[in-house]
């Protein structure tokens, strides 16, 4: 074979690690700390879990090459909103039981040559 056998990521994903370590740094940059990376279950992924002050936040990071369609921001719907809510309420029952700290979600959306725009409370 021309590939190896266990190596299953593909060039979409190979991208979009690279855009998700691009929000992690810009984000540690800003004073964030990193708690997680990719938290996956059953009801979706999450691509970063980090610490700002007293915030628990959970990140989506989008990208998009070009704003046809919308872009980066407009690829967020209302299910991927829910979703992540659900991913997100799993996480802290795991790790928090009934006493969850304050959290919120941030997006970071990047388009084209690295254009980066954080919606700090998107939803």
């Known amino acids: 074979m021309w590939f190896k056998q266990d190596d299953k990521r593909t060039d979409k994903r190979i ?8 929000a992690e740094e810009y984000l540690l940059s800003k004073g964030f700390t990193l708690i997680q990376r990719n938290f996956l279950c059953k009801t979706g992924e999450i691509d970063l879990i980090m610490q700002d002050q007293e915030y628990l936040v959970f990140i989506e990071v989008r990208y998009r ?12 719907t209302a299910g991927k909103q829910r979703k992540l809510r659900r991913t997100a309420e799993y996480f802290l029952l795991q790790n928090f039981g009934n006493t969850p700290p304050a959290c919120r979600f941030d997006v970071i959306a990047i388009e084209g040559k690295n254009e980066l725009e954080w919606i700090k409370n998107a939803f």
């Open 15 to 22: 991208k979009g690690d690279d855009k998700e370590r691009l």
């Open 65 to 76: 090459e070009n704003k046809d369609f919308g872009g980066a921001l407009a690829s967020i």
